[in-house]
């Protein structure tokens, strides 16, 4: 008498013998994957047969067509012999493809063909996008001379210290002109960073900016894309920031820096530059 076996027992039995077997050759088994496709077909392991095929053959269709459409853009010695061969092989799988696709339709063919021209529409959209990237770059083609031109570096700072003294000591091999830029939110406090700023003489001058609301990252940016800023064929923006000596103490740090460079990189055509001051260790 012939056993019959529920879906359950296909299942263990199944996942069992999968597991029993040796994950040799540097290949793993994933057991779970495993099971859940095994699960999906009711235990019928030759139900996604079809579907493997249909995707098997489809990729052959486009490679023969693709092969074809070599041949005949390379005019190869008798290359009209090798595009027939690819020609011939590409109806062949084209024609057993929609055998499958019509047989199988009704048992999840649909999902291969949606997933193959999303697929394909993707791939169209990548391709387009590199394109477009590459002509605006001017990729393949030899540019103009490189000639020097008039450049604003704008150092950020908020007080007078040595950090600021190795900004603006880099400033200078960055760009032909250098301006400091200062937020301040009071006038006592504006008028203490002009007074320490003379003081220091830097030989820059210093802007500082008194907006309306409190926001620093705001008011550099409306500075920047002033017209006696923007009237500069080159504009960097130099950022000194804090190092700490260890990484758990970046947490204290402020992030206006951050902040502020993430802003000018969006809102703004300008070079932004972070100017690191390590602190001394301990």
Same mark, same amino acid.
Request: a positive charge; charged letters at 20%; proline letters at 5%.
């Given at each position: 008498?012939?056993?019959?076996?529920?879906?359950?027992?296909?299942?263990?039995?199944?996942?069992? *013998? %999968?597991?029993?077997?040796?994950?040799?050759?540097?290949? #793993? &088994?994933?057991? $779970?994957?495993?099971?859940? @496709? /095994?699960?999906?077909?009711?235990?019928?392991?030759?139900?996604?047969?079809?579907?493997?095929?249909?995707?098997?053959?489809?990729?052959?269709?486009?490679?023969?067509?693709?092969?074809?459409?070599?041949?005949?853009?390379?005019?190869?010695?008798?290359?009209?012999?090798?595009?027939?061969?690819?020609?011939?092989?590409?109806?062949?799988?084209?024609?057993?493809?929609?055998?499958?696709?019509?047989?199988?339709?009704?048992?999840?063919?649909?999902?291969?063909?949606?997933?193959?021209?999303?697929?394909?529409?993707?791939?169209?959209?990548?391709?387009?996008?590199?394109?477009?990237?590459?002509? *605006? %770059?001017?990729?393949?083609?030899?540019?103009?001379?490189? #000639? &020097?031109?008039? $450049?604003?570096?704008?150092? @950020? /700072?908020?007080?007078?210290?040595?950090?600021?003294?190795?900004?603006?000591?880099?400033?200078?091999?960055?760009?032909?002109?250098?301006?400091?830029?200062?937020?301040?939110?009071?006038?006592?406090?504006?008028?203490?960073?002009?007074?320490?700023?003379?003081?220091?003489?830097?030989?820059?001058?210093?802007?500082?900016?008194?907006?309306?609301?409190?926001?620093?990252?705001?008011?550099?940016?409306?500075?920047?894309?002033?017209?006696?800023?923007?009237?500069?064929?080159?504009?960097?923006?130099?950022?000194?920031?804090?190092?700490?000596?260890?990484?758990?103490?970046?947490?204290?740090?402020?992030?206006?820096?951050?902040?502020?460079?993430?802003?000018?990189? #969006?809102?703004?055509?300008?070079?932004?530059?972070?100017?690191?001051?390590?602190?001394?260790?301990?």
């Amino acid at each position: 008498m012939r056993a019959t076996l529920s879906t359950t027992e296909v299942h263990g039995a199944t996942l069992g *013998e %999968l597991r029993r077997r040796p994950a040799g050759l540097g290949v #793993r &088994a994933d057991f $779970s994957s495993i099971y859940r @496709a /095994v699960v999906a077909v009711n235990g019928n392991t030759n139900a996604p047969i079809p579907l493997f095929a249909i995707g098997v053959f489809t990729g052959f269709t486009l490679s023969q067509a693709g092969l074809v459409r070599h041949w005949h853009k390379a005019r190869l010695r008798r290359w009209w012999v090798r595009a027939a061969v690819n020609g011939t092989g590409a109806v062949m799988t084209a024609v057993a493809t929609g055998i499958f696709l019509a047989s199988k339709v009704t048992a999840g063919a649909w999902v291969v063909v949606l997933a193959i021209a999303a697929l394909m529409v993707l791939f169209r959209r990548i391709d387009a996008y590199h394109t477009e990237v590459s002509a *605006e %770059l001017g990729l393949g083609a030899v540019p103009a001379a490189p #000639r &020097a031109e008039e $450049s604003l570096v704008v150092v @950020a /700072v908020n007080r007078v210290s040595r950090l600021r003294k190795d900004a603006r000591c880099a400033a200078p091999s960055l760009g032909s002109k250098v301006v400091a830029a200062s937020v301040a939110f009071e006038d006592d406090q504006a008028a203490q960073l002009r007074a320490d700023w003379e003081r220091w003489h830097p030989g820059a001058p210093l802007v500082a900016l008194q907006p309306a609301h409190r926001s620093i990252a705001g008011p550099i940016v409306a500075f920047i894309t002033s017209p006696e800023v923007a009237a500069h064929a080159r504009v960097l923006v130099l950022i000194p920031e804090v190092e700490p000596r260890r990484w758990r103490h970046q947490l204290l740090q402020n992030q206006r820096g951050v902040i502020l460079a993430n802003l000018l990189r #969006r809102r703004t055509d300008v070079a932004v530059a972070t100017l690191p001051f390590r602190l001394a260790k301990e």
